[in-house]
């Protein structure tokens, strides 16, 4: 599935907590990986100040020395570990290299060497997400340490979609790895009912007929889908579930359910691609306090250029 998977690390041990999910993935998937530091100003304030270059230079052999350390820890279970070392601002450092050397995927910290903070992730790491369009897994550098065997339980969130159903052969893949319990979930979404005053008995009738429709369809899905893992030998639990909130009620079902991976596609059933991610990801990848894998299903050529991209770019020119 994933063929390269591209590691950015600043040195820090709290970017560092991305290594044993790195070792589970690579492992199951037989991918090269690569270890990517761009070594940056320490400060912005220093931006426009002249650069010292023997500092520089030691900074850039500690930088190189740090990584061929982790590339040395990663060769003993992962055949394939290199290490690129670039100059410039990070983000902008990890989309050029991703987009240039096939990455098929990108595994973050959610945190580095500026700490945690009260942001559920880091700004550099909103920029590589929100630009990127690869498939990113994010490791929550505040939450509890991944061992290496691999993962308890993975929650694979689907809406009767292919686009959903993007994230599912990832979750079978990591399943097999180990002795993981596969969890596939689908959530009723409970119709919207805008008006000033309270629905009449024909408008709450009308609702309850649409979440029970919805739910036999559902319910009929995740069996014909468990039925067809069955026979791969996978044996998924399924969670058929209503809620008000698709976003809302997958973050209970993943907290209740002690989910340990959580995997979803960037878009769903309603298939908006204007933007990078639907509100259900964008929810995860915003307030979700596990690991989360994204699957991009919309290549980079054809994402489209926003505003301030091209307004950074006409200023730059002028």
Not at 298 to 317: D, N
Request: proline share 5%.
């Amino acid at each position: 599935m994933f063929n390269h998977i591209l590691v950015p690390l600043d040195g820090s041990t709290l970017a560092e907590c991305v290594l044993p999910h790195v070792t589970v993935m690579a492992g199951a998937m037989g991918s090269s990986v690569t270890l990517f530091h761009s070594l940056e100003r320490l400060t912005a304030s220093s931006v426009n100040s002249p650069v010292n270059p023997l500092d520089w230079q030691m900074r850039r052999q500690e930088a190189r020395l740090y990584l061929e350390s982790i590339q040395t820890r990663l060769l003993k279970v992962i055949p394939s570990v290199e290490v690129v070392l670039v100059e410039g601002p990070a983000a902008e450092r990890v989309i050029e290299f991703a987009h240039n050397n096939l990455v098929d995927c990108l595994v973050l910290s959610s945190h580095g060497r500026s700490g945690l903070t009260g942001w559920n992730i880091s700004s550099v790491v909103q920029k590589i997400m929100y630009r990127s369009y690869i498939s990113t897994l994010i490791i929550r550098a505040y939450g509890e340490k991944t061992p290496v065997e691999g993962y308890k339980k993975i929650l694979v969130a689907l809406d009767c979609s292919s686009r959903a159903e993007s994230a599912l052969p990832v979750g079978i893949m990591l399943a097999r790895q180990s002795n993981t319990e596969l969890v596939l979930a689908h959530v009723v979404k409970q119709p919207d009912m805008p008006r000033r005053l309270p629905p009449s008995p024909e408008d709450t009738d009308l609702a309850l007929k649409m979440v029970e429709r919805n739910h036999s369809a559902a319910d009929e899905y995740l069996k014909q889908l468990s039925s067809q893992l069955a026979s791969e030998n996978i044996s998924p639990v399924t969670k058929l579930v209503d809620g008000t909130t698709v976003a809302a009620t997958l973050h209970n079902l993943v907290k209740s359910e002690q989910i340990d991976l959580v995997i979803l596609s960037a878009h769903g059933i309603q298939g908006n691609t204007t933007w990078p991610y639907g509100s259900v990801t964008v929810s995860f990848i915003a307030y979700g306090t596990t690991p989360l894998l994204v699957m991009q299903d919309v290549p980079y050529s054809r994402a489209e250029v926003t505003r301030a991209e091209k307004a950074a770019v006409e200023s730059f020119g002028h």
